[in-house]
C-alpha cells in the first residue's frame, strides 16, 4: 500500500471512530428524532444540479463550495469540477480531471484550486476552467487550500504547509509541522489574513507563519491531550477557523474553543469545548456544535453563552452559519434547518437531498449554497416580506 493510501485509510479509520463515538467513550450517542416545531419561516430553493458525489458519508471529504464574484464552484471525489451562476444556476463550465479529488475547491486570484487523491494540487481558470497549472504535494489534502493575494497555501495530510504562486504554480516556502500517528482529518483548511497564514495543525496547535516566507509568527496550543487511549487523545484541530476584524476565533477535538489575536496569538477568552464542526461568527454571535452535536453559541466579544440547542443531538450538525435572522445548520439526514440567532430556535427546515450534508453550508447576501454528499448542489433565497 502506497503512502498515500495508507495515511488516507488512516485518516477515515480514526473519523469514524470518532464520529462512532470511540473518542474516549464506548457510548454511542443516538440521533435525536427529526425536530418537530411549526415553521415561521420557508426559504425558497431558487436552483439545483447533480454535480457528483463525494463518495460516500464515511469519507468526509474536504468538498465545500466556493462563492466568488457571484459564481458559484463546486467539484466531486470524481474528478468533476463546475462553475455556476449564483443568481440563476445557469452552468458556466464543467471540466473532468483524469484524477479522483480529496479536497476543494478554493477560488481567488484568477484561479480555482482542488487537489487530488495522489497528492496533487490542479489549477484551473476561474473563466473557463481550463487547466493553468499542477503541483506536486507531500501527500493528498483533506481540506481545501486557501487562495489570497496571489498565493495559494495548502496543509497536506501529513502536517506539511506548501505555498504556490497562484500564476503559474512555482513552489514559493515549504514547513514541515510534524504530524501525530492518529488524525482526525489532518487538520483544518488555512486561513489567510493579511499577511498572516493560520493553520491548525493535528498536534492541536494553531501556527501562524508570514504568507510571503512562510516564517513561523507564532505558535499556540488549543487542544491539551487527555485520556487513556489513543482516540481519546486527539486534539486536532477540524473544521473551519473564522476571522472577525483583529481576532480569530478556532475549535479543537477533545479541546477549546477560543477567541485570539490574529497578530500575537493572545488569548481574549476561552471555553472548554470538543468541537468537530469548525467555528463561525457574525457581526455579534460564536456559533459551534460540540462533537455530541449540541449547537452553541456565545457572545463574540466576551465568550458569554447565549444559547443551547439540543435538538440536533447525535446527528452530525455542520457549524452554524448567520442567514438573515438565523443560522443554517446542515445534518446527516440531508436537512438544513434554521435557527433563530438571538434564541437558537426552530424556525425552518428545507431538504435539498436525502444524502448526509457534511460541509458548511455558504452563505452570501440573501443566498444559502448547500452541498450533499450525494453531489446535489442547491441554492436557497431568503423568503419574501
Known amino acids: 500500500m502506497t503512502r498515500n493510501r495508507a495515511a488516507f485509510a488512516l485518516v477515515l479509520l480514526v473519523t469514524a471512530l470518532v464520529l462512532g463515538g470511540c473518542a474516549g467513550s464506548s457510548t454511542v450517542i443516538p440521533p435525536s428524532p427529526l425536530p418537530k416545531f411549526r415553521a415561521t419561516l420557508h426559504p425558497r430553493l431558487l436552483w439545483s444540479h447533480a454535480v457528483g458525489s463525494e463518495g460516500g458519508r464515511n469519507l468526509r471529504l474536504g468538498f465545500v463550495p466556493a462563492v466568488v464574484g457571484g459564481v458559484v464552484y463546486a467539484a466531486s471525489r470524481s474528478g468533476r469540477v463546475a462553475a455556476y451562476r449564483l443568481a440563476n444556476g445557469q452552468e458556466?463550465?464543467?471540466?473532468?480531471?483524469?484524477?479522483?479529488?480529496?479536497?476543494?475547491?478554493?477560488?481567488?486570484?484568477?484561479?480555482?484550486?482542488?487537489?487530488?487523491?495522489?497528492?496533487?494540487?490542479?489549477?484551473?481558470?476561474?473563466?473557463?476552467?481550463?487547466?493553468?497549472?499542477?503541483?506536486?504535494?507531500?501527500?493528498?489534502?483533506?481540506?481545501?487550500?486557501?487562495?489570497?493575494?496571489?498565493?495559494?497555501?495548502?496543509?497536506?495530510?501529513?502536517?506539511?504547509?506548501?505555498?504556490?504562486?497562484?500564476?503559474?504554480?512555482?513552489?514559493?516556502?515549504?514547513?514541515?509541522?510534524?504530524?501525530?500517528?492518529?488524525?482526525?482529518?489532518?487538520?483544518?483548511?488555512?486561513?489567510?489574513?493579511?499577511?498572516t497564514v493560520l493553520v491548525g495543525l493535528p498536534n492541536g496547535k494553531l501556527l501562524a507563519m508570514d504568507l510571503g516566507t512562510g516564517v513561523r509568527r507564532y505558535e499556540r496550543r488549543i487542544g491539551v491531550p487527555h485520556g487513556n487511549t489513543a482516540v481519546a487523545r486527539l486534539v486536532d484541530v477540524v473544521g473551519p477557523m473564522a476571522?472577525?476584524?483583529?481576532?480569530?476565533?478556532?475549535?479543537?477535538?477533545?479541546?477549546?474553543?477560543?477567541?485570539?489575536?490574529?497578530?500575537?496569538?493572545?488569548?481574549?477568552?476561552?471555553?472548554?469545548?470538543?468541537?468537530?464542526?469548525?467555528?463561525?461568527?457574525?457581526?455579534?454571535?460564536?456559533?459551534?456544535?460540540?462533537?455530541?452535536?449540541?449547537?452553541?453559541?456565545?457572545?463574540?466579544?466576551?465568550g458569554f453563552p447565549l444559547w443551547t440547542s439540543r435538538g440536533l443531538r447525535g446527528r452530525e450538525p455542520t457549524v452554524p452559519v448567520r442567514f438573515g435572522p438565523t443560522v443554517a445548520v446542515g445534518d446527516f439526514h440531508g436537512y438544513v434547518f434554521f435557527l433563530g440567532r438571538n434564541k437558537g430556535r426552530f424556525r425552518a427546515r428545507v431538504r435539498p437531498g436525502s444524502s448526509a450534508i457534511l460541509a458548511p453550508p455558504v452563505a452570501v447576501s440573501s443566498r444559502l449554497v448547500v452541498l450533499t454528499s450525494g453531489g446535489t448542489l442547491a441554492v436557497y433565497a431568503w423568503p419574501r416580506p
Open 243 to 302: 476571522v472577525r476584524g483583529r481576532d480569530v476565533y478556532v475549535s479543537c477535538v477533545h479541546g477549546r474553543l477560543e477567541r485570539l489575536t490574529v497578530r500575537g496569538g493572545r488569548v481574549a477568552w476561552s471555553h472548554r469545548l470538543s468541537v468537530f464542526a469548525g467555528v463561525r461568527v457574525d457581526d455579534l454571535n460564536v456559533y459551534t456544535t460540540t462533537s455530541h452535536g449540541i449547537v452553541r453559541a456565545y457572545d463574540r466579544v466576551t
Open 92 to 195: 458556466l463550465w464543467a471540466r473532468h480531471l483524469d484524477h479522483r479529488l480529496t479536497a476543494g475547491p478554493a477560488a481567488g486570484s484568477g484561479i480555482v484550486v482542488v487537489g487530488t487523491q495522489r497528492g496533487g494540487l490542479v489549477a484551473l481558470a476561474r473563466r473557463g476552467g481550463r487547466v493553468l497549472w499542477r503541483a506536486r504535494l507531500p501527500s493528498f489534502l483533506l481540506a481545501p487550500p486557501a487562495v489570497s493575494s496571489g498565493r495559494v497555501v495548502a496543509l497536506a495530510s501529513d502536517g506539511e504547509v506548501e505555498a504556490f504562486a497562484a500564476r503559474g504554480g512555482r513552489l514559493l516556502w515549504s514547513v514541515s509541522t510534524g504530524l501525530p500517528h492518529l488524525v482526525v482529518r489532518g487538520g483544518a483548511a488555512p486561513l489567510v489574513v493579511g499577511r
